[in-house]
């Protein structure tokens, strides 16, 4: 099982979120820990960036993983239309 690690802009985020929503990105993330190659999830690999993308719902989370050391960064978390913007 991965460790999640949650970068500070990140968890803000995350904490002003609906607590509906919040729940959803939650469980979603430690089925991430718990298998990050999971057929259930919708992942994908980032395209000019390191990392990757996890959908869930109208939101993303570009989180990357270190498997030498089983750690799952969560960098951000936004909206569909957000997300990408630098």
Same mark, same amino acid.
């Given at each position: 099982? !991965? =460790?999640? =690690? !949650?970068?500070?802009?990140?968890?803000? !985020?995350?904490?002003?979120?609906?607590? =509906? *929503? %919040?729940? &959803? +990105?939650?469980?979603?993330?430690?089925?991430?820990?718990?298998?990050?190659? $999971?057929? $259930?999830?919708? +992942?994908? &690999?980032?395209?000019?960036? %390191?990392?990757?993308?996890?959908?869930?719902?109208?939101?993303?989370? +570009?989180?990357?993983?270190?498997?030498?050391?089983? *750690?799952?960064?969560?960098? %951000?978390?936004?909206?569909?239309?957000? +997300? !990408? %913007?630098?």
């Amino acid at each position: 099982m !991965y =460790k999640l =690690k !949650y970068r500070r802009q990140a968890r803000n !985020y995350l904490a002003r979120l609906p607590l =509906k *929503i %919040k729940l &959803v +990105i939650v469980n979603n993330l430690h089925e991430l820990a718990a298998n990050p190659d $999971s057929p $259930s999830l919708d +992942i994908d &690999v980032l395209k000019g960036r %390191k990392g990757f993308r996890l959908r869930v719902g109208q939101y993303r989370v +570009i989180y990357t993983r270190q498997d030498d050391q089983l *750690i799952i960064e969560v960098v %951000k978390i936004r909206p569909r239309g957000d +997300i !990408y %913007k630098r």
